[in-house]
C-alpha cells in the first residue's frame, strides 16, 4: 500500500477509529507519482535496512540473446530454419543421415 506523506500520522494514530476515514486513504496511488529505477540487489537480503537498499543502480548488461554464438546464431550466417550443426550439416540433412 502507498500512502499520501500528508496521510501518514493519520494511517498510524492508534486513536484513529473512524473506518470510513481509514477506507478513504485505501484508494490506488496515482501511477503518474511513481517512479521506476533498477536498485541494488541488497534489497533482496532482509538485514540491509537502510537508504542505499532504494538508491539507483546502473542496470548490468543484459545478453540480448540466449544464443549470442554458435551452429544457431544469425552471427555465423545461419538462419533460424536451417541450422547448421558443428559438421557443417543442416538439421535436414542429418535426418537423412
Not at 10 to 29: N, T, Y
Not at 31 to 53: F, I
Request: glycine content about 4%; proline content about 9%; some cysteine.
Amino acid at each position: 500500500m502507498i500512502l499520501d506523506p500528508d496521510a501518514y500520522d493519520l494511517w498510524l494514530d492508534p486513536g484513529m477509529k473512524d473506518v470510513a476515514v481509514a477506507s478513504e486513504l485505501l484508494k490506488p496511488f496515482h501511477a503518474r507519482l511513481m517512479r521506476c529505477y533498477p536498485v541494488s540487489t541488497r534489497l533482496n537480503n532482509a538485514t540491509n535496512d537502510d537508504q542505499e537498499c532504494c538508491a539507483p543502480v546502473e542496470p548490468p548488461q543484459i545478453q540480448s540473446r540466449l544464443f549470442a554464438h554458435g551452429p544457431f546464431s544469425t552471427s555465423t550466417g545461419v538462419n533460424s530454419r536451417n541450422p547448421v550443426d558443428r559438421w557443417g550439416k543442416t538439421v535436414s540433412q542429418l535426418a537423412e543421415f
